[in-house]
């Protein structure tokens, strides 16, 4: 199936600087997914990418979407400690399958 | 999220005793999921489900099995659980439009001793 590559497995940072997470595939994808877990909480859906070269804006975060589509990248402008959790990608198998990246866990220090 | 709920939310279970787990939605969802998360692996598809009473395995399915008698649940049953299987368990739902992504559960928070 379909895998993906993520990185940096973690990243601190101080309050107010940015942050980027990478997700890279050896294979071109159809689309992937961003989604956001909390400490202790479940995923949660927070976007999707399909077209080659694609650039979507969240507020202080901007999807990108490789213009190869083999790699995607997530980053997130002056972090604030809501920001704080770990970011997954994933990418589409068949039978509407999501296989997730292994996630950057991002943490912010005031 | 609204729609979903598991349960129990938190299990401890002896080694070698079966167990299941409940997934429940309320969104008439077509697809189901289950998987498991754990340090260093991010989450990996156990089962999943596509329809009533059909079903299809993920990547780590040694040692489960599911069933799906009707559109609103999903169970995850641990046949002879073992240590290797503490994890915190995620069940999705999803209708097959990917734009919306899959809607997590809250999880359950399996322990074998």
């Known amino acids: 199936g379909q895998q993906v590559m993520q990185i940096p497995q973690y990243q601190h940072v101080q309050e107010g600087e940015d942050f980027t997470t990478y997700c890279n595939s050896s294979?071109?994808?159809?689309?992937i997914q961003w989604y956001k877990q909390r400490p202790g909480g479940h995923p949660v859906f927070l976007i999707q990418?399909?077209?080659?070269?694609e650039v979507k804006k969240q507020k202080r975060l901007t999807f990108q979407f490789g213009e190869a589509k083999k790699n995607s990248s997530l980053h997130i402008t002056a972090t604030q400690t809501t920001d704080v959790g770990t970011y997954f990608c994933?990418?589409?198998?068949?039978?509407?399958?999501?296989?997730f990246g292994t996630g950057t866990q991002l943490k912010v220090e005031l | 999220d609204a729609g979903i709920t598991q349960s129990p939310r938190h299990k401890v279970t002896e080694t070698g005793t079966p167990v299941t787990l409940r997934c429940h939605q309320t969104?008439?969802?077509?697809?189901m999921y289950w998987y498991r998360q754990d340090p260093g692996h991010g989450l990996r598809l156990i089962h999943y489900s596509y329809g009533v009473k059909d079903t299809d395995k993920g990547e780590v399915s040694d040692g489960y099995s599911v069933s799906r008698s009707k559109t609103e649940d999903f169970l995850l049953t641990l046949e002879s659980a073992t240590s290797s299987q503490t994890s915190v368990y995620f069940c999705a739902i999803s209708d097959g439009a990917l734009v919306y992504g899959y809607t997590f559960g809250s999880g359950t928070r399996l322990t074998v001793v």
């Open positions: 969104e008439n969802h077509r697809y």
């Open positions: 990418l399909v077209k080659s070269g």
């Open positions: 294979t071109t994808l159809s689309n």
């Open positions: 994933a990418v589409t198998g068949g039978g509407n399958k999501l296989t």
